[in-house]
């Protein structure tokens, strides 16, 4: 038996519960499938507030008559619980996305909102197990990571939404039906604001920047070939923003499932976020984290994702989790070659350090 299937074996509980496509919506009861439909009316109208940053949400809250439904409660900022995985419902189709992976919003059976990538997404079918590991992970080394989940989308949703398509070079086919990834919408818009960049003089603003640091040594381990993204959210009538970090779905080189270290990626394209690293001591407690991660977890984690999105390719499953525990040890050679790289990110290293 090889190990990630005597691996596998060892957690049946966990592997049924995840992976068999009739015990997943284990969470989705009558009640809250219920609550999910009554809240429909006020979803709805949710479309319109999506459609401008500019637009004051406030006034739309008013004129619109939202404030009667029940806010959710504010969300999460990381997974609490690497075994936690919802499966939800695909409710209402909200928007596209902007993006290569060409995600949509949707609002679901819990009552929050997700971005969510389909299996059939152009960048690659393992996007989406790339999301949901590294999301796992990140959350077990106590980074900022929106919760993530199991999304259902049903082929009725799709056949009467025409925005439900991929648009390829050449033409366009519907998004496919069934489980697909969603990432927690990082603050519900109504409560505030999320912005894809900050211009440098605002990341000052940013509480929770220290944590960039620990985002890179999660990138450079998992060797994220992308650039490094967050989103920056803050709630209504708060000055600060909050980062928490989005698009995981190129670490393991996308669809590759390869480790190519390149130094300058997988990183922020700013510097400034970087401003506070001076020693080592600046990637704690992250790097410590992830250097001493438990394989048991590690493996729990991988068996967690939906087999369907790496074709339960196990012997592939199998290597790339291999190749992350050999990577523990390398986490910091790695960061050190971007640090000693052209673009010199750390100016305050101290050489004693
Ligand atoms: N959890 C989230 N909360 C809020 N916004 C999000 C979240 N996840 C994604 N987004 C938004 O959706 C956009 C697309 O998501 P993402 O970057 O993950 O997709 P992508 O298609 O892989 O992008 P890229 O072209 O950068 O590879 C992001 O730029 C961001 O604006
Ligand atoms: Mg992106």
Redesign the pocket.
Known sequence: MSRVTSKLSRQDEVTIQTMSPKSWPRKITRRNFLEGTIQTSAAFLVGDLFSGVEQSLNAAIEKKGLSQFTRTKPLRSVVEDDRDISTVKAVQHIRR???????HLFRCSDGHFY?VKFRNNP?HLKVLANEMLVALLANLAGLPV?RVAIVDVAGCLIGNTPELKMELSTHSVACVSGLQFG????VTPWDGQ?L?YLPSDMLARVRNIKSFAGILALDKWTSNT?GR?A?FWRWMREKKYTATF??Q?YCFNGGEWTFPDYALRGVFPDNEVYDHVCNWESFEPWLSRIEHMSEDKIWLAAGSVPPDWYLSDWHSLEKLVETLLQRQTLVRDLITAFRTSIRQPFPKWTLTS
């Open positions: 996305m902007r993006g290569g992976a060409q995600a971005v960048q929106p990432s927690q919408y990082v999320v894809d992308d993204q989103a989005i698009d779905g």
